[in-house]
């Protein structure tokens, strides 16, 4: 599986704002919703909490590709696409109670497996 490259790691730590993830459904139609609730494990997988999913959650049960979308305070924008894994059990899951705070529920930890990376047009991975 393809790793983040260590400039996407370091625009990781200066991400600012609310992030974006993007499922599309059985015909194709787009959907993205903001998140906030984000984590990094290891350099080649992003966890997303699925506090309020509806559509999203569908597509993804449905075997939609995702695309993770974060912008730096440099106003530096990066887009990670990659297979998604719903989790509702397992230490992933588990692991969402040491660093979600507990006023979000905690429905599911999604799972992206990093795929491809690009900094605007340009592919990185």
């Excluded at 459904?25 to 919703?33: C, I, M, Q, R």
């Excluded at 696409?81 to 429905?107: E, F, M, N, R, T």
Aim: glycine share 6%; with cysteine.
């Amino acid at each position: 599986m393809p790793a983040l490259p260590e400039i996407v790691l370091q625009a990781w730590e200066n991400r600012e704002g609310p992030q974006v993830i993007t499922t599309v459904d059985e015909n194709g139609k787009p959907n993205s919703v903001y998140v906030m609730c984000v984590k990094l494990i290891g350099d080649d997988k992003i966890v997303i909490v699925d506090n309020h999913f509806e559509k999203t959650r569908h597509n993804i049960l449905a075997g939609s590709p995702g695309v993770f979308l974060f912008i730096t305070g440099e106003m530096k924008a990066y887009q990670v696409k990659g297979s998604l894994d719903y989790l509702q059990s397992g230490p992933i899951y588990d692991d969402l109670a040491s660093w979600v705070d507990p006023k979000y529920p905690k429905i599911a930890a999604v799972v992206l497996n990093v795929e491809e990376v690009y900094n605007c047009a340009d592919r990185l991975v």
